[in-house]
């Protein structure tokens, strides 16, 4: 087994004390108006919006992890506190908000899919950079904590071609895309400490299928994946205490479900060590946790119920034991997507 | 110039017979809107009863919804009449099945008659009252009818789904959207559905209903900007990859995925001093690929006709129109020969 220890998903803990660095929003953040003003600092500006975004007064000097979700049916990020999920900011103007990923600033980039844009948000939810990815579907990224470097996820191409990675040094400049010939559709990915990048997605015959973009390599390779089925990719991410990689399926079990399952990894196989099933507030299944975010000992992320068993809602569950949430909030939600965590 | 063009892709039209091999197309391809000199002189077009010639059956055939109440039928490459069906009250959305059978929602009689492929009387009767049924889709993986019924202004219409003419039907409404005009199954068995054009207090949206899902879900479908607004949307069709949204003088592509849809391209279908009325049909004889073909509903102030242009190229011109028996055509269904 090649040796994997901190990925991006929990690395977050030893960046925690950077986001201090992130200046304080302007006074006048709690009528920050998208429109006009856009962004509290910089060049950078979203399209426009009707909506105003909102910022709690006190996420101004919060410090401590933030809970980032994309809801592309409102078209807006949502911060929550961890781990109450109380809402601290409703960030408004995206076109398609969709996949999420944070780095040692304390930063979350967001996947734009419609607008073609990675947007890069502060800890306090201020737009700071923006990447655009002409031509591409952005859906989701990952960081690399060993290189800086942003891989974005193009689903597909209009075009009727696949998808691709695109990797941007030190998160600006032009992405090198980097395929797997026998992937079609990219969905979710994430970095291991050594910098490999692990990203799932759908074959080309629909099937899913679970590849890796070794360190310095020029293409990716196919994970083959035993001890169970992955129907529908969703997220990825490294579990740096097992040092084993969690992968999400929308379709656990082929039916609308959604549930994570743990992988060792070694050399080009991944084995299935764990299935974790998560419920929603009723004690039912959760229908479909499109994107999660590991944090220490627990997962965080919503519930896009499509199913009509309950409200969309966010929530946390313990980390590896699942079941019943140990937090929720469902007050805001319509299609929630990604989730990331600030610290 | 337009006749030199449709000329030109009369010939088009022959080398696609060619190319997709319906071997039926006879040498020549007959001149838009030119009633055949072979149509029995008994037959009337605006008589009390249907009929169709005996060998509509054995050919693609393209059945067009009238605003004078018929459903005019023709051979879909020669573009000349084959028969009209009657006693429909007002014929609107069409959609086909597998089998080649053609369901045509009369919004007035609130029921959507199935026709088979040629036949003049209905094989089956959907009651879909008290709904007024303006499209309808056949799902490609169950065979299910979905029905996008809009009820008017003061009332809320819904999507009813049936899963055969004798079961009960299923509906679903949106609060968001009211009403509905068009509704397209993906091959998937997923419906996306839209309340179309709306001219009271709604905006055109659309919702989705997951395969068995049991609510519509509404969804925001991305257009080719970001700030994208949609309005005049006519339909939703399956064009074999993606779904087809038609908005007056263009078709959007649109891939939808796990409850997220996504943008792929347009098509722009063009023709002078005439406006769309769509819904559009979009011609596909291949399993699994493309269409390849799109014809739909237009009319002006001196012409009401349907044409055809090439898809997904679209084009400035149509490649071929029928003008014979159209009257302000809204609905339209391609039907293939088995």
């Known amino acids: 087994m090649n040796a994997r220890s901190l990925g991006i998903a929990l690395s977050l803990s030893s960046l925690a ?117 002409t031509g591409a579907y952005p859906v989701s990224c990952a960081w690399d904590a060993t290189t800086g470097d942003l891989a974005v996820m193009s689903l597909f191409n209009g075009s009727g071609t696949s998808g691709d990675v695109l990797v941007y040094a030190s998160g600006s400049g032009s992405g090198v895309p980097y395929t797997n010939p026998s992937q079609y559709y990219y969905d979710f990915g994430g970095y291991d400490s050594e910098g490999n990048l692990f990203f799932d997605g759908l074959d080309t015959n629909g099937n899913f299928i679970l590849s890796e973009l070794p360190r310095n390599a020029s293409s990716a390779e196919t994970i083959k994946v035993s001890g169970g089925t992955i129907y529908y990719p969703g997220m990825v991410a490294w579990n740096t205490a097992k040092r084993e990689l969690v992968v999400g399926d929308q379709s656990c079990g082929n039916s609308y479900a959604s549930c994570l399952y743990t992988l060792g990894i070694s050399g080009k196989a991944g084995t299935i060590s764990r299935e974790i099933a998560l419920k929603n507030s009723s004690g039912g299944p959760i229908c479909d946790l499109v994107q999660g975010a590991l944090l220490n000992g627990e997962v965080a992320g919503s519930d896009f119920d499509f199913c009509g068993s309950s409200p969309s809602a966010t929530y946390v569950w313990a980390f590896p034991g699942g079941g019943n949430p140990t937090n929720s909030n469902a007050k805001s ?10 610290k | ?259 997220q849809a996504y943008y792929v391209g347009t098509s722009e279908m063009f023709a002078e001093e005439e406006n769309n009325t769509g819904p559009y049909a979009i011609y596909n004889n291949t399993q699994g690929g493309q269409g390849t073909q799109v014809v739909g509903g237009m009319h002006g102030e001196s012409v009401s006709e349907v044409a055809y242009w090439d898809y997904p190229a679209g084009g400035s011109e149509p490649i071929a129109t029928i003008t014979h028996g159209v009257d302000k055509a809204f609905g339209v269904a391609i039907s293939l020969k088995k």
């Not at chain 1, 939600?333 to 600030?342: E, F, I, L, Q, R």
């Not at chain 2, 039926?24 to 009929?51: F, Q």
């Not at chain 2, 659309?206 to 005049?232: D, M, Q």
Request: charged share 15%; glycine share 10%.
């Open chain 1, 17 to 133: 004390a950077c986001t201090g660095a992130a200046a304080p929003p302007p006074a006048d953040q709690s009528a920050f108006n998208r429109a006009t003003t856009s962004v509290a600092r910089g060049p950078f500006r979203l399209h426009a919006d009707r909506r105003r975004s909102w910022f709690a007064a006190e996420l101004a000097h919060k410090q401590s992890s933030l809970l980032f979700v994309s809801d592309s049916g409102t078209a807006d990020v949502y911060v929550y506190s961890l781990p109450a999920l109380k809402l601290m900011a409703t960030v408004t103007g995206f076109s398609q908000p969709q996949g999420e990923c944070s780095d040692n600033k304390g930063n979350v980039w967001i996947a734009d899919t419609n607008a073609q844009t990675m947007y890069e948000l502060s800890h306090h939810g201020r737009l700071v950079n923006e990447i655009k990815t």
């Open chain 1, 333 to 342: 939600d319509s299609v929630p997507v990604g989730a990331a965590v600030s």
């Open chain 2, 1 to 259: 110039m337009r006749d030199h063009m449709r000329n030109t892709v009369a010939a088009a039209i022959g080398a696609a017979v060619l190319l997709t091999g319906c071997t039926g197309a006879p040498a020549g391809v007959a001149s838009p809107g030119v009633v055949p000199e072979a149509l029995p002189t008994s037959h009337v077009l605006h008589g009390d009863r249907s009929w169709m010639t005996p060998d509509a059956a054995g050919q693609d055939l393209l059945y067009v919804s009238n605003g004078n109440g018929e459903v005019t039928v023709y051979r879909y490459w020669q573009r000349t009449l084959v028969g009209v069906l009657t006693d429909m009250t007002k014929p609107m959305g069409e959609c086909v099945d597998k089998t080649g059978d053609v369901y045509v929602a009369d919004f007035g009689a609130e029921k959507i008659l199935e026709f088979a492929h040629g036949g003049t009387k209905p094989i089956a009767t959907f009651n879909d009252a008290p709904d007024s049924p303006y499209a309808c889709s056949i799902d490609p993986t169950s065979g299910k009818l979905a029905v996008a019924n809009d009820d008017g202004s003061s009332a809320q219409g819904n999507i009813a789904v049936w899963t055969s003419a004798s079961s009960a039907r299923t509906t679903y409404s949106d609060s968001t959207l009211g009403n509905f005009q068009g509704c397209g199954f993906d091959g998937s068995g997923n419906l996306l559905a839209t309340n179309g054009v709306v001219d009271y207090s709604k905006k055109t949206g659309f919702a989705w209903l997951p395969k068995n899902g049991t609510k519509l879900i509404n969804i925001n479908v991305p257009g080719p900007s970001s700030n994208w607004r949609w309005g005049a949307v006519m339909g939703v069709q399956w064009d074999g990859k993606f779904l087809a949204i038609d908005e007056e003088y263009a078709i959007y592509r649109i891939s939808l995925m796990h409850g």
